[in-house]
């Protein structure tokens, strides 16, 4: 009993701090929150700390900024549809791609296979912005300038170098014995990679697509530029930064569209979080 209550007095320091940094870090959303459901009058009367005062008075809550965000006069509706058919494309080729390249990289053997992986790395430091007009202009000669699979490519080859060296990472650190086993039952490379690689690298897996989806999903200069500001393809990102300019009083309105864009990036991140750490951990232990 002793040493157990000495263990909690011992700990107790540390998870305070923890649970007060955890609170500081949540006040915005929690602020953000609060302001999207409060009538016009309120937001530009008191702030949103001021509903503590009555916290069971219901009635200074209202998802009208939701309504009017999401209809047709906000548009964040087709907005929403449209990231998420930017997003799901953009998380997926490049997460295949660098799964197939990673496991390469790993463990076949080709000539010049260390020189090409550097090359790979070594894109991680260029700037984006130095591709824009040269990538841009290729793709209005083949005529895709504009559409969502400009926007794909163009996230598939600036997510890719990230993601090979993640995934990288971690394959390389599985054990060989499990290879050299399946080489001599007969299984083939892609056999090893389906049977083997894939199972095995999850939590790897999961970290790549939670990074690349919110990068994705909160991206609002690749979209510009490759897609225009047509409201037809444009994100959410963009429909928020149109509502900054034109309604930048509407507090309550880019609360509710700020929150509304927080939906998928939430539900993707606590539904892979238990192989987030697991990923993350494991390829930088073993690369």
């Known amino acids: 009993m002793m040493k157990t209550a000495r263990k909690i007095l011992t700990r107790s320091p540390l998870h305070l701090v923890l649970i007060f ?15 999207s459901l409060r009538p016009p009058p309120d937001v530009a009367q008191s702030g949103w700390w001021t509903v503590f005062e009555h916290p069971f008075n219901f009635t200074q809550y209202t998802l009208q900024n939701y309504k009017t965000v999401l209809g047709q006069s906000g548009g964040m509706g087709r907005a929403f549809l449209n990231s998420l058919a930017i997003t799901v494309p953009a998380t997926v080729l490049p997460v295949l791609i660098a799964s197939f390249a990673a496991y390469a990289f790993a463990w076949m053997k080709f000539p010049g296979r260390q020189f090409l992986f550097v090359i790979v790395v070594a894109l991680l430091v260029i700037p984006l912005q130095m591709t824009f007009i040269p990538i841009l202009s290729i793709f209005a000669r083949i005529r895709i300038a504009g559409t969502f699979p400009a926007v794909w490519l163009a996230h598939t080859g600036y997510g890719l170098p990230l993601t090979v060296y993640l995934l990288h990472n971690f394959i390389a650190g599985l054990p060989r014995d499990l290879f050299d086993s399946a080489a001599i039952d007969g299984a083939s490379s892609l056999t090893a990679f389906f049977k083997i690689v894939l199972p095995l690298s999850v939590p790897a897996i999961a970290s790549v697509v939670i990074f690349q989806s919110l990068w994705v999903w909160n991206d609002l200069l690749v979209a510009l530029i490759y897609l225009g500001g047509s409201p ?8 928020i930064a149109n509502l ?3 309604r930048g009083q509407n507090w309550e309105l880019l609360t509710a569209a700020a929150f509304v864009s927080m939906a998928l ?3 993707i991140f606590f539904s892979l979080q238990r192989y987030f750490v697991r990923g993350i951990l494991a390829g930088s232990l073993k690369g």
Do not use: E
């Open 21 to 35: 940094l955890a609170l500081i870090w949540t006040l915005p959303t929690v602020g953000l929150l609060i302001t």
């Open 232 to 239: 037809n393809v444009g994100p959410i990102t963009l429909k």
């Open 244 to 246: 900054v300019g034109s």
């Open 265 to 267: 990036p939430l539900v």
